[in-house]
């Protein structure tokens, strides 16, 4: 699942909602803000999320463990979420860009 938070201006309570309604295993925002990533980083402990008031915030967010790097672009750095296949049941490592 993916989500633009709009800089916290997503309601938390319907974001909330979402995730608990879809059950993701995997969670791709942007536009993370400090608000957000609190209902984020409860309902998905794993993962690694960067809230920013300014607009540039950006996590993934797991039900499983979960190795985030920084994936260098031209713009601006996104991250790679790579899931190992000894925890997710993948025959390889897979991964998820955000």
């Known amino acids: 699942m993916t989500a633009n938070l709009l800089v916290d201006g997503a309601a938390p309570a319907s974001l909330a909602a979402a995730i608990e309604e879809h059950h993701p295993d ?4 942007q536009e993370l803000g400090p608000t957000t990533a609190g209902v984020v980083g409860s309902l998905l402990p794993h993962g690694r999320l960067d809230p920013q008031s300014h607009g540039f915030g950006l996590g993934i967010a797991a039900r ?3 190795r985030v790097d920084r994936l260098d672009l031209v713009e601006r750095p996104g ?3 790579t899931l190992d296949p000894t925890e997710w049941g993948f ?3 897979f991964g998820v860009v955000n």
């Open 79 to 81: 991250w790679i979420a």
């Open 26 to 29: 995997i969670l791709a925002v």
């Open 64 to 66: 499983r463990p979960v």
């Open 91 to 93: 025959e390889r490592p």
